[in-house]
Structure formats: structure tokens, C-alpha cells
T-cell receptor, first 115, second 115 residues
């Protein structure tokens, strides 16, 4: 009964380092999303995917890349981390139902600090 | 473009008192509206959602919200607060397209429940 699992849960990076956050869902959902949460700003959409092999930009995509090679996994990459990317990152997934908003299921978050 | 405004970043109520969290939205199309709750160090979970039909929506844990198109509002209420309701609450609006259920979140309201 895992739902959406994010790894790692905590990470500290130095400016310029790279890293990848992994999101895995076991609900066979078509859609997956990466959000970042910052104090006083709510959650903002970074990138999303509507299916295996497809990705698209969200509201704040700069400095991030994503890949969806398998339906159950959605990877978020930082090629050269910056202090402005210090945040809590949430992955979410939802089912696909034409014209009907499927509920988003969220992971527990990954807290990233960039020094 | 869609947007959400949550009035009051912090709300404090006494246990047993009415909870009222305010949310106003802006959307160019008929909106789908959501309330999510986030407990400390956890991901977001769905409280309730409005899609079509009845404008008074009931959710989990005794919460409900009323969609008022004329006021572009979707305020969250609970008749009697419990200590376990202390959490952060997010209102969100959705634009359902071929690109999945992309939610735009408000900045959140931290609810404190006092004895």
C-alpha cells in the first residue's frame, strides 16, 4: 500500500552539484507531477508528465530537468544546484479520466538544502 | 490564467469553535476546486473537491465547502474544531486539459487550535 514514494527524503548539496530525485507510484497512474513548496508561496508546478516518455514544463521549470522512462517513475534532476533551489519537493500522481479531474496523490516530500 | 487567493496565512480558533478558512479563485473556465490538508512533515491529502453539481461539498473529518460562483469563493468550514485539525490547508483550482489535472495552489493557511 505504498502509493507515491520519494527518495531521498533529505539531501544537502553544495552549489554546483547535481542530483536526482526519484518518484515512484504503484497506482498505475498516467499523470505525474513535480511541485516545490516554499514558505508563503504554496506549491508551484515544476514539470509534469501525461504518460510514459512525455514531459512538459510547469510554472517554474528553470534549472530542472525530468524524465519519465517508465510509467511508474518520474525523475527530477538538478544539473547545477543553486541556493534558490533549497525547497521541499513533492511528487504527485493522478489517474486519467477524460474531462474529469482525478485526485492528486502526493508523496511525503523531499527536503533539499543547497549551501 | 487561473489563480487562488487564501485570506489569512494563519488562523487560530478555540477547540469546539467554528473553523472558517477563506478561498477565492480566478478562472477563465468553469473551475474545479479542491481543498488539501498537510500535516507536519507529510504530503498533501485531499479533503474535498468540487467538480459539478451540488455546490455544498462534504469532505473528510467533518469539513465542508460551498462553491459560490457569484462570489468566486470556495470557503472551507467545520462546525467544531478539534485539536487534530491543526495543520496547513491549501485551496487549489484546476484546469483539466489534455495535460492532466494541473492544480494551481493558494499560499496556504496554517490553522492553530487552542484549548
Amino acid at each position: 500500500n505504498a502509493g507515491v514514494t520519494q527518495t531521498p527524503k533529505f539531501r544537502v548539496l553544495k552549489t554546483g552539484q547535481s542530483m536526482t530525485l526519484l518518484c515512484a507510484q504503484d497506482m498505475n497512474h498516467e499523470y505525474m507531477y513535480w511541485y516545490r513548496q516554499d514558505p508563503g508561496m504554496g506549491l508551484r508546478l515544476i514539470h509534469y508528465s501525461v504518460g510514459e516518455g512525455t514531459t512538459a514544463k510547469g510554472e517554474v521549470p528553470d534549472g530542472y530537468n525530468v524524465s519519465r522512462l517508465k510509467k511508474q517513475n518520474f525523475l527530477l534532476g538538478l544539473e547545477s544546484a543553486a541556493p534558490s533551489q533549497t525547497s521541499v519537493y513533492f511528487c504527485a500522481s493522478s489517474y486519467s479520466l477524460r474531462g474529469w479531474p482525478g485526485e492528486l496523490f502526493f508523496g511525503e516530500g523531499s527536503r533539499l538544502t543547497v549551501l | 490564467a487561473q489563480s487562488v487567493t487564501q485570506l489569512g496565512s494563519h488562523v487560530s480558533v478555540s477547540e469546539g469553535a467554528l473553523v472558517l478558512l477563506r478561498c477565492n479563485y480566478s478562472s477563465s473556465v468553469p473551475p474545479y476546486l479542491f481543498w488539501y490538508v498537510q500535516y507536519p512533515n507529510q504530503g498533501l491529502q485531499l479533503l474535498l473537491k468540487y467538480t459539478t453539481g451540488a455546490t455544498l461539498v462534504k469532505g473528510i473529518n467533518g469539513f465542508e465547502a460551498e462553491f459560490k460562483k457569484s462570489e468566486t469563493s470556495f470557503h472551507l468550514t467545520k462546525p467544531s474544531a478539534h485539536m487534530s485539525d491543526a495543520a496547513e490547508y491549501f485551496c487549489a483550482v484546476s484546469e483539466v486539459t489534455g495535460g492532466g489535472n494541473k492544480l494551481t495552489f493558494g499560499t496556504g493557511t496554517q490553522l492553530k487550535v487552542e484549548l
